[in-house]
């Protein structure tokens, strides 16, 4: 049964402190039944996953791995093409570091790109001499697969992008990009941070070899939670980030025998109760429904976008909500982002974000120094929404008053 948005908000306990909560790219509010799943591992089973015999062991470890099932359902994978992190930012690096990339291999990239998905690339630059090809023009921050395709030589080993853009929304044509690596024998890495939970998101249908994606965000997991899904056949080419306990059948004085993946990536203690509460709140956003997620933000973001009808307010990004996620990003004439955030806060309890985004490229690429921007989950209202839009054009005539 789908969970209508006031059953979902009856379940968070976040909200009832009055907050119009728009910061969801950041991250989400926890529902309350994951929060309680996490506390039951506390109450009931509080054990090590692993070797254990114990009762509160096996439990422990069936709740941990029925976690990589959960989150394969959402994104259309199998279990065992599923590796635990805490963030996408790890599960990039673990890419990044565990493909063998020599120098001369080149990787593109956008300039639209969140940091965690150019930073480690730029390590590989100054440590192992790979070539960084960053491609991106358009103003609206949308990808051009013909960009990628122009760039592509004998020597490119990876195609990295985004599927939302985190600052500006921007939805990006993957499938014809995952299309383009494959047909040129590229693999693809998909940064999914601002897509797996607030729409249908298919790894078949993609056609990458790797997806990041948080817990935090549009699942409505906790935080310090993640995953990185890798195709089944491109899973033992990974070497592990971390290596240790835990991820062992065997070690001698000078070698080791690891387990086989994805356990392989599990080294040391992970964090047992936000991954059972990850896999929890897959469950959840499954019984809201993602295309019934999708389809409310996109009416949300619709009304979201009538503040850009007040000539102080500049929203950037594309006009054509097919194009946009629940992401609107905007300036007032004459105020910094952060003193738009400050008077939203202040002048009605509205959470927006502002500053970079951890885009400084993008917005350079904008020729803006940082943007406010107000984020969009199921569980908004369209009351929320008109407020926002109404608190806004508030302060952008008063300003022009002035």
Not at 51 to 70: I, M, N, P, V
Request: hydrophobic share 40%; glycine share 8%; net charge negative.
């Amino acid at each position: 049964m789908s969970k209508s948005v006031e059953e979902v908000r009856a379940e968070i306990p976040f909200l009832r402190t009055g907050i119009i909560y728009l910061d969801n790219a950041a991250t989400t509010p926890t529902p309350e039944p994951v929060i309680e799943t996490m506390l039951a591992y506390y109450r009931e089973f509080s054990a090590n996953v692993g070797r254990g015999l114990h009762r509160a062991a096996r439990r422990a470890t069936e709740e941990f791995e029925a976690a990589r099932e959960k989150i394969a359902r959402v994104i259309g994978a199998k279990p065992n093409e599923i590796i635990f992190t805490k963030n996408t930012t790890e599960a990039i690096n673990i890419v990044a570091r565990g493909l063998n990339l020599e120098s001369g291999d080149k990787v593109v990239t956008s300039v639209f790109e969140h940091h965690s998905n150019l930073l480690p690339w730029q390590r590989l630059e100054k440590e192992r001499g790979i070539r960084l090809e960053v491609v991106g023009s358009s103003k609206e921050c949308l990808l051009d697969p013909a960009e990628f395709e122009a760039v592509l030589d004998q020597k490119t080993r990876l195609i990295t992008t985004h599927q939302v853009s985190n600052a500006i929304g921007s939805i990006q044509p993957v499938e014809e990009i995952g299309k383009l690596a494959r047909d040129h024998g590229v693999l693809f890495l998909v940064d999914a941070a601002q897509s797996v939970g607030h729409m249908p998101v298919d790894v078949r249908r993609i056609g990458c070899d790797f997806l990041a994606a948080p817990g935090h965000k549009g699942l409505l997991g906790p935080q310090g939670t993640g995953f990185l899904y890798v195709r089944e056949d491109r899973i033992a080419e990974l070497e592990p980030l971390l290596t240790g306990g835990g991820i062992v059948e065997n070690v001698e004085l000078h070698s080791a025998k690891l387990v086989e993946p994805p356990q392989r990536f599990d080294a040391g203690t992970p964090n047992i109760p936000g991954i059972i509460g990850l896999g929890r709140a897959c469950e959840y956003v499954l019984d809201i429904g993602i295309e019934r997620i999708a389809e409310r933000e996109r009416k949300l973001t619709e009304l979201m976008l009538e503040i850009g009808k007040n000539s102080q307010v500049e929203v950037y990004g594309p006009r054509d909500l097919e194009r946009r996620g629940g992401v609107v990003s905007f300036n007032i004439s004459g105020l910094s982002s952060h003193e738009v955030a400050s008077m939203l806060d202040e002048l009605a309890k509205i959470a927006v974000r502002s500053g970079h985004h951890c885009a400084q490229p993008a917005l350079r690429h904008l020729r803006v120094n940082g943007t406010a921007r107000a984020s969009v989950h199921y569980f908004n209202l369209e009351s929320e929404i008109e407020k926002f839009v109404e608190v806004v054009v508030q302060i952008a005539r008063e300003l022009g008053a002035s």
